[in-house]
């Protein structure tokens, strides 16, 4: 062939390339995928620049981009993917070009150039569009779409599977893909190599011993698909090999896998889809659908050690029938009454190889978890999602600890470090909660099923507990809690000396007094009624009434005293009445002497009438007790706080309110004082309005001032409520907005006590302290500044944010920092705004109001910055979320921390919310999409450049 001819040859040749790629941008066109289909257009006048079909349709693209600058190319994907779905029954991977791939719109092009360039395509046709159409999908790992496309004896493409496989570290496939290679050249000396190597790595891997299947299950959610398949892999390349791997994924979740996952499907591991119960899916469907199989449990972001799955299976033994093996455990620390501390107390304990029941898995190192290890209630869906749904671990473990097993570790990790995570994973997680929120979980078991380990008491020391508090191992059984509460002192009216006694038998009266607005005309059980007083109290207003009480003592006495009310000594969680006898049950002080919750609440439910209402009262544990501290009234067993309470109560009850009973100041300051001496540093410890009337006492009352004095100088708020004498509580399954109504409806001669309450406010703190010059605070200056930036800018940039609010802007300092077109700051100080004002008198696009000047402004997003935590008040708290939420029109980012710990050390301006819990209550048309942990987490020793903040990111639904 002379040279003028091969220029022929090879100008129709590009000349037919040309045609390829103008074909596809043709149908990227038709689909929507404008940049995409540009992108065809350039690269087909690369190989012919004089083709003018593509010019043209550059021409009509490049107007139709500048009008809508829309990408659709995940649409026309999607479009493909469903084409190649109806016609993969009639794939046959053996013949790459026949009739029945004309369907398949890449197919369609190759047809059209064949009738346009036969003589070409004889030639150049079919290799040249399976490489092209080769390189198109394994540049974006579609696997599964180019395998079929791959002809049998394709040397080429055989190797570069091969060689993918390898570097995913998919062996399997990969020794499948070598041999082809094999086959079709047998002297491969690649090939050869790969395989020998493939070999002797599949010769270390071995068969587990266990005496059952074992399943290794995990679960994802698509922040975390474009690492999972690397973790699969780590998974798949075990010394030990499992006799299935399951990863679980929400039904909703299904479209969003990837394809480099979906590859995996059937060959390395097998997807399976449910019911999207967050982090539970890693071992719930699998217990259900396993249950005499060893199942051991896998995060979905870790690279595993090749000998982590052997590590586990050889401690496993004939004798550990009933024990968990865990590589990484924390120890639960208890306090003097046996409950656990906080969460975050609970050290790492890596090398535990002695069986305890104190050991708590955590997921991230993987366990192995024998058959029939947990309680049955393990699989109760509604259940684990009401009391604990963003704690698996913890869930698991109350289970197992129900069924007697106990845990040790491998002692394979010595430190949190060892066990690697892939960079990033980590940044941003749906279901990530801070380590303190799992003690109100913790608290909703407790109050469930009680503490396990309490089955494990130490009768003998029952004494000693109750004269030192120094015994762990004594704790309280209900069995005992009930012996002694029939021994509980009688309440003889009007035995009261002294100022305290008379002022505590006021405030149980005024809850007897108020309740009884609530039944007239109606049926009433008075549970835990003592010596009756109250129930003679409740009787004035009431059709009917029954007192209940353990204590045989407490009734005969109630019986002589009210000789026309009906009293019986029963067990309060064995009640021998019908079922929905009562239209309302009263139950006061009795909560606290309670161990087993579920037993007492339930059988109270069990008797109230559908439309029913119960009533408690409690003391309010803020100021009583230190956290970790056991209740120092030995007939108490368990003390609440008023978010405790609430968490409880809302487990039983569809609505429930608790109220704080508070009085004239006078009367407020005696129970104050009787209680205080139990805290080490009331000043610092107490909350707001309690520690106003600490640090600024009224005058003290005598016995004779009290003459002067009534119940009608108690009162009932919904705030502040932690600096309360009393909870009071209304329970039911129906509507109780008239009931609370009522109890709210306070006395006009008090108002100057509730004017108090609210004049005690962050803002006052704030204005003081930047009219005085002082600035924000360290999280706005340095490198938590600096942090800050770079998390919400990254956000603002990723999701086109257009204008921002902010709440608490402060001086404005990390507001230099921030990139936003729009923006308006809001603060409580006018200091702070004036300051701001001139800082940013330059630029048009910030706008700067006093809180007070706000009128109803929206934005695309808003934030709170290092706020929430200052403000102490409960009704400034509770304004001020509605506030953000409500004016943000899809996003909002909150900076803050996210527990009930109360007050930092040494901060009176400083209160601790539990901001996610807020949400989930009040906003349940918003969604937590995701948190960033602080990158520089609180160290006491570091305050000023340290934070207890980390990030939350909600989104309207």
Wanted: charged content about 25%.
């Amino acid at each position: 062939m002379n040279t003028e001819d091969t220029q022929k040859k090879s100008d129709s040749f590009n000349t037919a390339l040309a045609a390829i790629h103008y074909c596809r941008a043709s149908e990227y066109s038709k689909s929507g995928a404008i940049e995409t289909a540009v992108q065809e257009c350039k690269t087909s006048l690369e190989f012919d620049p004089h083709f003018e079909p593509t010019s043209n349709l550059l021409k009509t693209l490049k107007l139709e981009q500048k009008s809508s600058g829309e990408t659709l190319l995940d649409r026309a994907l999607r479009a493909l993917d469903e084409e190649f779905e109806r016609d993969t029954t009639s794939i046959n991977s053996n013949n790459a070009i026949n009739q029945e791939f004309t369907t398949y719109p890449e197919l369609v092009y190759m047809s059209y150039l064949e009738s346009r360039y036969p003589n070409q395509l004889d030639a150049y046709g079919h290799p040249l569009f399976r490489k092209e159409l080769m390189r198109l999908f394994l540049a974006q790992k579609r696997w599964s779409h180019a395998e079929h496309l791959i002809p049998v004896g394709d040397n080429w493409h055989e190797i570069l599977f091969a060689r993918a496989y390898s570097e995913q570290g998919d062996q399997k496939r990969a020794k499948q893909w070598w041999e082809r290679v094999l086959v079709a050249d047998p002297r491969s000396e690649e090939a050869s190599k790969a395989l020998a190597l493939l070999n002797q790595t599949n010769s270390k891997v071995s068969r587990h011993s266990l005496p059952g299947e074992l399943v290794l299950s995990l679960t994802s959610y698509p922040p975390r698909f474009n690492d999972l398949a690397k973790t699969i892999r780590t998974l798949c390349n075990q010394s030990v090999t499992p006799d299935r791997i399951i990863l679980w994924i929400a039904h909703e979740d299904k479209d969003k896998l990837t394809d480099e996952l979906l590859d995996l499907d059937g060959h390395s591991i097998e997807i399976s889809y449910c019911n999207d119960i967050k982090s539970f899916k890693k071992i719930i469907p699998t217990l259900k659908k396993y249950p005499d199989a060893f199942i051991v449990t896998a995060d979905d972001d870790i690279n595993y050690d090749p000998h982590w799955l052997e590590e586990l299976t050889s401690k496993w033994n004939s004798s550990c029938t009933n024990v968990i093996i865990a590589h990484r455990v924390r120890n639960i620390i208890l306090d003097q009454q046996a409950f656990p501390v906080p969460y975050v107390q609970w050290p790492f304990a890596f090398n535990t190889s002695q069986p305890s029941s104190l050991n708590f898995v955590t997921s991230g190192g993987g366990a192995l978890f024998p058959p029939r290890v947990f309680h049955s209630d393990v699989t109760n869906e509604k259940l684990f999602l009401k009391l604990c749904p963003n704690a698996d671990d913890l869930w698991l473990y109350w289970m197992a600890q129900l069924a007697g097993a106990q845990t040790i570790s491998t002692g394979k990790y010595t430190t949190q470090s060892d066990i690697i995570t892939w960079p990033g994973s980590q940044a941003i997680s749906l279901w990530n909660q801070n380590v303190t929120g799992n003690d109100t979980q913790i608290f909703n078991l407790i109050g469930w099923y009680g503490f396990p380990l309490t089955a494990n008491v130490n009768k003998e020391l029952l004494q000693r507990e109750l004269n030192s508090g120094t015994s762990a191992d004594a704790l309280l059984t209900p069995e005992m809690v009930v012996g002694l509460q029939k021994e509980h002192d009688l309440i003889k009216e009007p035995e009261f000396k002294t100022v305290e006694e008379r002022v505590l038998h006021m405030v149980h009266t005024k809850a007897y007094e108020t309740a009884a607005r609530l039944l007239t005309g109606k049926k009433v059980l008075d549970l835990g009624c003592n010596t009756g007083y109250g129930t003679n109290i409740l009787s004035t207003s009431a059709e009917s009434i029954i007192g209940v009480d353990v204590s045989g003592n407490a009734i005969a006495y109630a019986r002589q005293k009210y000789p026309s009310i009906k009293f019986e000594q029963v067990d309060g969680q064995k009640l021998p009445f019908q079922d929905k006898s009562f239209d309302y049950v009263v139950s006061f002080q009795v909560i606290e002497h309670v161990a087993n919750h579920e037993g007492y609440i339930s059988e109270l439910k069990r008797v109230l009438k559908d439309d029913g209402a119960v009533i408690f009262t409690t003391p309010n544990a803020s100021y009583r007790l230190e956290p970790g501290v056991k209740p120092w009234n030995r007939f108490h067993v368990r003390e609440f706080k008023y978010r405790e309470l609430k968490s409880l109560l809302s487990i039983y009850f569809s609505n429930s309110k608790v109220l704080g009973l508070f009085a004239e100041k006078e009367l407020h300051a005696v129970e104050l004082r009787r209680v205080c001496p139990n805290l080490s540093n009331p000043a610092r410890d107490l909350p707001p309005y309690a520690r106003e009337l600490y640090t600024n006492p009224p005058k003290k009352l005598t016995v004779e001032d009290l003459n002067q004095r009534t119940t009608a100088d108690f009162f009932y708020l919904d705030e502040e409520i932690d600096s309360a004498i009393d909870m009071f509580s209304i329970c039911s399954d129906g509507d109780i907005t008239t009931q609370v109504a009522t109890v709210q409806n306070r006395n006009s001669q008090i108002c100057e006590t509730a004017k108090l309450i609210e004049t005690i406010n962050s803002g006052s703190y704030w204005e003081s302290r930047y009219s005085s010059g002082g600035n924000s605070g360290a999280g706005s200056y340095g490198r938590l500044a600096e942090f800050k930036a770079e998390i919400i800018n990254a956000f603002t940039s990723e999701h086109q944010i257009d204008s921002v609010i902010e709440y608490g802007v402060g001086d404005g300092n990390q507001l230099k920092l921030a990139h936003y077109p729009r923006y308006h700051g809001f603060d409580v100080s006018h200091t702070a705004v004036e300051r701001c004002r001139a800082t940013f008198k330059a630029d048009s696009s910030k706008l700067f109001s006093h809180v007070d000047d706000y009128a109803n402004e929206t934005a695309h997003m808003t934030m709170s910055l290092d706020v929430i935590f200052h403000l102490v008040e409960d009704h400034v708290y509770n304004k001020y979320m509605h506030r953000l939420f409500d004016s943000s029109e899809e996003f909002v980012i909150i900076y803050a921390s996210n527990d009930d710990s109360g007050p930092l050390p040494d901060a009176a301006h400083v209160r601790h919310r539990h901001i996610t819990q807020w949400v989930e209550n009040n906003k349940p048309e918003w969604k937590m999409i995701g948190t960033v942990a602080n990158r520089y987490p609180y160290q006491n020793n570091s305050p000023n450049d340290t934070s207890f903040a980390d990030f939350f990111f909600f989104e309207r639904k």
